[in-house]
């Protein structure tokens, strides 16, 4: 079963704007990662934010929480061509930290 | 150095087949992830190895589904009998323990489609 849900669903943006995807979940977590997925390859981890922090940064990457909307929004400024992929937000289980549940995903697509 | 691969990368098998699929893991990494992603879905998690220990398979969708890491590296998925519900993506992961929550590599997946 999916934990969290990715809003929009599908995003197209133009080369040098930014993007905003947001993630929903439902129960209490310790993280929330956020990974990227290209076409035809594997999942890259981008960034992991913990329950207590309410903001990271990471190169153009921009990550914020809110446990208690039960939320997070991953923001890229100045996007790319290179940024087109699916983005998935990921829990670990608090009663299993090994497994990751992620959301259905957000397809960015960034226009040249 | 080597990321997590996976072989083969893409596999086509009649319904009724077996199938087997392989990772190799990032050398020296302990635990071991094998997750099936659906068309247009995130990955869900099928099985977890800690060395050549399976300590989770709970998500395992049937007893058609079987995994193993007999030397605690390389892991293999197999699949007997295959169902056109099986078509998926097929990804492992790796990690290590560390300071802090772990980050799970993943492999490039292999493509499976049944027919």
């Known amino acids: 079963s999916q934990q969290g849900e990715e809003d929009p669903q599908a995003l197209s943006i133009q080369e040098g704007e930014n993007a905003t995807m947001n993630c929903s979940y439902k129960?209490?977590?310790?993280?929330l990662q956020w990974y990227r997925q290209n076409s035809g390859r594997g999942l890259v981890h981008l960034i992991l934010?913990?329950?207590?922090?309410r903001e990271k940064h990471s190169g153009r990457l921009r990550v914020t929480l809110d446990t208690s909307k039960k939320s997070s929004s991953l923001l890229i400024t100045a996007s790319r061509a290179a940024d087109t992929a699916s983005y998935f937000c990921?829990?670990?289980?608090?009663?299993?930290?090994?497994?990751?549940?992620f959301g259905s995903g957000t397809r960015l697509l960034v226009r040249p | 150095g080597a990321g997590v691969s996976q072989s083969p990368r893409y596999k086509v098998a009649k319904r009724g087949q077996d199938v087997a699929l392989r990772c190799d893991p990032i050398?020296?990494?302990?635990?071991l992830f094998w997750y099936q992603q659906a068309l247009g879905q995130g990955p869900e998690f099928l099985t977890y190895?800690?060395?050549?220990?399976?300590?989770?398979k709970s998500g395992l969708p049937s007893d058609r589904f079987f995994a193993e890491r007999p030397e605690g590296s390389v892991s293999t998925l197999k699949i007997q009998r295959t169902q056109q519900e099986d078509s998926a993506v097929y990804l492992c992961?790796?990690?290590?323990?560390?300071?802090?929550?772990?980050?799970?590599?993943f492999g490039p997946g292999t493509r499976l489609t049944v027919l």
């Open positions: 992961a790796s990690s290590t323990p560390g300071p802090g929550e772990d980050t799970q590599y």
């Open positions: 129960t209490s977590i310790n993280n």
């Open positions: 050398s020296g990494h302990v635990s």
């Open positions: 934010i913990r329950s207590n922090e």
């Open positions: 190895f800690q060395n050549e220990a399976q300590l989770d």
């Open positions: 990921a829990t670990p289980r608090m009663d299993s930290s090994y497994k990751l549940i």
